[in-house]
């Protein structure tokens, strides 16, 4: 709690700051330096000479007036706040070469900025549907250099590589930068990377990210003491997600509230590039619907140490995996540490077919046969050893709905060979790694410190696999936990030590 009512201080601070700058505001229309909103004139060198202007008065807002004002690549630069009107349409070139001959530059670029924001109920349209077919067009004919178009995987859709498709809005070394109200569109890549940031608002934007592959609706990396609420995220790839991508850096101080997300990948995530870690999150009051991956997803694979983080009020219909938590080891370096998670009030529903079946893009098909996921949380073996451990999670208050239906047919673990479910430590981590697991609601292995407090799991149809599986896990703590079958064998622990239950849980449990 802390933690929010601080984040929600810095929040009201940086407003009121705002609204006291904004007085001394200079403003500068596009239009009355030539720009022209037919869709079709080049307005690039227009729009960056006024950015230039405003940012030269020391406190300018560049007016982007109703009309549909095409443009290559612009630099923001420090005290210009862009600011879209209603109606304004921002709408990026469908020419790869306007992105630069080699590594497609950003649409918009702000590097070593200071005061900089992007406001007002305008779109930014990143012209994906016609950008792409341009890029294909010079893969085709050669003038376009990608070796993961010529040499790409076969599990995976042909597509181009991220380099050669440009993401939206790119922030990198800034400081104090707001982007609220606006409308981001048809991009190709991440949509909007802030990186190695501080100060950061983000506020009642809508992003529908649809248009093509690795388009993540918005990414924090690195960043310090930043905010995003009240938006809206319909993205091919994961809707909200922290990353880090520095060993000696992190995403620290971050404030997620009242957003409502779908993605094709997971909908709040810290990870897959986890280098420096994150630490002191709030993530609350989200309500997910038709993800095909986890609505909470939250891991360390490159060495990164991830403390202090609180999930409260999830709100999940249709979403394939619940929680999923994971320390792993793809890198070279050290393994991270995963300590002191809080998840409590959420709310689940995961159906049996794909949940994001009919959107544009779809999430991958897996390649194992298997029944429905649980929800898993899973470190590394030896988990004893200093400093190489997920450790004192609390899951609270959780009621998690499951399909059934599973068929040993289908795929089997038996519970007399647990050890068969693979480690795959150095994999890419995600809800379904593991292949088949041996239960259906919740699946921990190599944990130190946990507790379920009033967690429930129900299904539609029956489900030959039990509830929960605890697989060498040390300090383990159950209360008030709900099953659908009240009979013993629904709980399996299996190298578990430590163990605190109420009288009615520990009727449920069965050692192996």
Sequence with gaps: MKITILHKKVVFIMFFISTLVTANQKTFNIVDFGANGDGKTDNTKIIQQVINEASKSGDGKVIVPEGVFLTGVLHLKSNVELYLSKNAVLLGSAKRIDYGPKKASPLIVAKGQYHIAITGTGTIDGNGHEL????????????????????????YQMRPAEKNRPMMLYVYDCDDITVKDITLKNGLCWIQDYRNSTNIVIDNIKVKSTTFLNNDGIDLTDCKNASITNCFVDAADDGICLKSSTSNMLCENIYIANCKVRSSASAIKLGTASWGGFKNVTIENIEVYDTFRSAIAIESVDGGHIENINVSNINAENTGNAIFIRLGHRSGQSIGTVKNIHIKNIKVQVPLGRPDAGYEMSGPEVREAHNTFPSSIVGVPNHNVENVV???????????????LSKKEIAYVPLTHLANVPERIQDYPEFSMFGELPAFGFYVRHVKGITFKNVKVTLKNDDFRPAFVFDEVEELELNDINTPKQEKGQIILKNTTEISTDRETKLLSEHY
């Design 132 to 155: 792409i077919k341009d890029i294909y067009k010079m893969l085709h004919a050669g003038t376009l250099e990608d070796h993961e178009w010529q040499h790409y995987n076969p599990w």
């Design 390 to 404: 997920i450790e004192n999670v609390v899951i609270e208050n959780v009621e998690i709905s499951y399909p059934g």
